[in-house]
């Protein structure tokens, strides 16, 4: 079974509607991570958690909002869906730690289309 | 803040020819270094890191070598192989810059190998 997990991995849907997307993971690790995919931009950081009680945002949070409802789960949601926010997503956990070396496992990814 | 540039792509070779994807960065302190590859259809996995100056990563076959005087950790690969057809993306870590606890990503470099 993989280590990172995450659902839907495609999904279609229309401008305005509310869209979750879910990242499940055991790995047991402490920080887990939300990133798009945008072609010829590479990934952009959208949120991040390092532990259950610490949510950050990233350089592109506008138009996003996550939970971490243990840790092991983290959502993406989307409250109003629009077309530029198609794009492949992915999630991604680390260990935590103060080395510096923040190796991350990535999930599959959801692809997501807003019409 | 932390940055990561990559060579154009995208990169198309004859099978056993010889790779090098530039990769260069903009960090302060000692950034640990990382190449991730993408295969067609699924997430990233790590392919190689370092973690301080003159560190050679490798695997695969595939190895960057951490040069701080360049701020660079380029990767090289001596007899490419169709398989070997994927994006590649260079990200750094930062104990001490904006990338603490995050990576921080190039745009990628898609590679195609011909037969």
């Known amino acids: 079974d993989a280590d990172v997990t995450q659902t839907p991995r495609n999904r279609i849907t229309k401008t305005g509607k509310r869209i979750m997307l879910e990242c499940s993971q055991t790995k047991g690790h402490d920080r887990m991570y939300w990133y798009r995919q945008d072609p010829g931009l590479g990934l952009r950081l959208i949120y991040y958690s390092f532990d259950v009680k610490d949510i950050n945002k990233g350089e592109i949070s506008d138009g996003y909002s996550v939970s971490r409802q243990a840790q092991a789960k983290f959502s993406l949601s989307l409250e109003s869906a629009i077309p530029n926010q198609t794009a492949l997503y992915f999630c991604?956990?680390?260990?935590?730690?103060?080395?510096?070396?923040?190796?991350?496992?990535f999930g599959p990814g959801t692809r997501l289309t807003v019409l | 803040g932390d940055s990561v540039t990559q060579m154009e792509g995208p990169v198309t070779l004859s099978e056993e020819a010889f790779l090098t994807i530039n990769c260069t960065y903009t960090a302060t302190g000692y950034p640990s270094l990382f190449w991730y590859v993408q295969y067609p259809g699924e997430g990233l996995q790590l392919l190689l890191k370092?973690?301080?100056?003159?560190d050679k990563g490798s695997n695969k076959g595939f190895e960057a070598t951490y040069r701080k005087e360049t701020t660079s950790f380029h990767l090289e690969k001596g007899s490419v192989q169709v398989s070997d057809s994927a994006v590649y993306f260079c990200a750094l870590s930062n104990a001490g810059g904006t990338s603490y606890g995050k990576l921080t990503f190039g745009q990628g470099t898609i590679l195609t190998v011909h037969p």
């Open positions: 370092a973690t301080k100056a003159d």
């Open positions: 991604a956990t680390s260990e935590a730690g103060t080395s510096g070396i923040y190796e991350q496992f």
